[in-house]
């Protein structure tokens, strides 16, 4: 069992930047690959990065791509997602969620993930 939890949303104006950390209980944090999902009202849930359990391969949405970067650091079991030029397309209910390591890593499919936060709101201002 994984539990996690994340911080750091708020508003913020256009061009601005935030920090979202995710924080997950248990001693196999290092067996999960990452990922961050966010959902906006009345749209669809939707993958925004992700980084695999030892952080040797990343993937982001083309959406956010050269403006977020998402991190970890397993021996504090986190995972962080620095987001910069924020645009208010960004605004939206940000969760962290945990996909045990496995044969493969389905990175963007939010069905094949164990494990979710309740989510932060980011809300970006034009």
């Known amino acids: 069992q994984v539990q996690l939890v994340e911080s750091g949303g708020g508003l913020v104006q256009a061009g601005g930047s935030l920090r979202l950390s995710c924080a997950a209980s248990?001693?196999?944090?290092?067996?999960?690959?990452m990922g961050w999902f966010r959902q906006a009202p009345g749209k669809e849930r939707e993958f925004v990065a992700g980084i695999r359990w030892d952080g040797g391969s990343i993937y982001y949405a083309d959406s956010v791509k050269g403006r977020f970067t998402i991190s970890r650091d397993n021996a504090k079991n986190t995972v962080t997602l620095q987001m910069n030029s924020l645009k208010p397309e960004d605004t939206a209910v940000y969760r962290c969620a945990a996909q045990r390591r496995g044969s493969s890593w389905f990175w963007s499919a939010d069905h094949k993930y164990d494990y979710w936060g309740q989510g932060t709101q980011v809300t970006v201002s034009s």
């Open positions: 248990g001693r196999t944090f290092s067996s999960y690959a």
